[in-house]
């Protein structure tokens, strides 16, 4: 038998907590929240390290485990999990491609000359920047091309949004159509994924990009021109990444979107996150706004806290420190919640606090009217969608939160739209964007032509 496909190895450093060697790893399955202060609360996704012995010694199924993601330990109904291999909880911290790659090697025919002409450019010190990432770019690409080839894949068009809906006709109608003067006064709800940021696409960055000074030094033409002065300087940046060029042009391609579609935006509002309030920035430059059209940072707008349990939260910055970075951002806004980066949450409070924003936002601006986009992170979509179902819906009492499952699969500047009066989910008024990945190019390859 011939493979069809040449073999693909990597080389995978992993660990795992030493602490609990000896306990079984069990994958939460179903979402809850705790009711008494010695509870765990589970989170989709997470992974909890439980002894065999809990469940012999327990006679009515709750358990005693510890979070992978958090770190915190508590009494769980261990129904809510089931058991999964151990190396589902490892960490792992370097993938190296064991192919063929002629890169890695040195060139005989390197000489004295090249080496003091490389010297001349600041990025050739960097070679190891973003590689791990190129590594798997080259994969997928290799993947791509095998399919087109032998499947004869279709149009990546056809595949992802296929022939349901015309777009032209979809704009059209927004402005001149009868489902367009049904909606004319209706206002326009938007969320909004931010851009492509720098710390997925190159891995560590920042040891790369700073000298001794704390300097910061571009090494790669999709890495911002230049970065803000803010407190904690470099190690600030590592915990709060920035957005790459191509996510700046991500999110100007949103607003020049609603923009030729006739939809104007009169209210911004944006995760602290950096990378979040410039997604917006770079959002009203595509839209061409009025100059007093503003991003409003609000904090509450944040994702889930305890994602970043493990590695720590930097300070945001402030309004002052990203007007001064050049970004476009409302210095006298007030924001709807005040938020405490060192204390934990639970799933719930940060769901509310969303909840609060999106339905605050919505009730204040009613009168001066306008629509609204709210910018932030993959479960931003998720969390507008349930803070206005439930504005809609006026009951008492809820089911309660859990994260989405289709998290993953929202991509970069994805962005979802509602209507008022009534309010529903209805198709955006202007396409979505596609790109793909590009790995690093090495020009030492030429030498060997």
């Known amino acids: 038998m011939q493979p069809s496909d040449q073999p693909g190895w990597e080389l995978r450093l992993y660990s795992r907590d030493p602490r609990f060697a000896n306990h079984q790893v069990y994958k939460v399955t179903q979402g809850y929240v705790p009711k008494a202060s010695d509870e765990l609360e ?58 063929n790659n002629s890169s890695d090697s040195k060139s005989e025919s390197d000489s004295n000359t090249d080496g003091e002409m490389a010297t001349n450019y600041p990025h050739e010190d960097a070679t190891q920047l973003g590689l791990e990432k190129s590594e798997e770019t080259y994969k997928e690409w290799g993947k791509y091309w095998t399919a087109v080839q032998t499947d004869k894949t279709d149009s990546i068009l056809n595949v992802t949004q296929g022939q349901a809906i015309d777009w032209k006709a979809n704009t059209n109608q927004v402005e001149t159509g009868p489902e367009g003067k049904k909606d004319k006064g209706r206002r326009w709800i938007f969320s909004m994924r931010h851009g492509e940021r720098v710390d997925l696409t190159y891995g560590q960055w920042v040891p790369f990009c700073f000298d001794e000074d704390g300097k910061y030094v571009r090494k790669d033409l999709n890495l911002p021109l230049k970065l803000g002065e803010r407190v904690g300087g470099k190690d600030s940046y590592m915990k709060d990444t920035p957005l790459t060029r191509v996510g700046r042009l991500q999110a100007y391609l949103v607003g020049e979107g609603l923009r030729l579609a006739g939809v104007p935006v009169t209210h911004v509002y944006a995760s602290a996150a950096l990378r979040c309030v410039e997604t917006a920035h770079s959002f009203l430059e595509g839209l061409q706004a009025d100059p007093s059209v503003k991003v409003k940072v609000e904090p509450g707008l944040f994702e889930y806290k305890m994602w970043h349990l493990a590695k720590g939260m930097a300070p945001f910055m402030t309004p002052i420190e990203l007007y001064k970075y050049g970004l476009n951002v409302d210095l006298q806004y ?104 590009s790995g690093r190019f090495d020009w030492r390859m030429l030498l060997d032509a």
């Not at 979509?381 to 699969?409: C, F, G, H, T, W």
């Not at 962005?415 to 790109?435: F, K, M």
Request: proline share 6%.
């Open 334 to 437: 007030q924001p709807y919640v005040d938020l405490d980066i060192h204390n934990n949450e639970t799933l719930e409070e940060y769901y509310k606090r969303g909840e609060l924003v999106v339905q605050s936002a919505v009730k204040d601006t009613e009168n001066e009217g306008g629509n609204i986009i709210f910018v932030g992170h993959a479960a931003t979509l998720d969390v507008m969608a349930i803070a206005l179902k439930r504005m809609n819906e006026n009951k008492s009492e809820y089911p309660a939160y859990q994260i989405n499952n289709n998290l993953l699969r929202v991509p970069y500047c994805a962005l979802g739209a509602a209507r008022d009066r009534p309010w529903e989910i209805v198709c955006p008024p202007c396409p979505p964007s596609i790109n793909s990945s």
């Open 42 to 99: 589970l989170v989709l996704g997470d992974y909890i390290y439980i002894e065999e012995k809990e469940f012999d010694n327990s006679p009515d199924g709750w358990v005693l485990g510890t979070s992978w993601l958090t770190g915190v330990s508590g009494c769980l109904p261990a129904v809510f999990t089931r058991r999964t291999a151990e190396s589902d909880a490892w960490t792992l911290h370097r993938a190296i491609s064991l192919g």
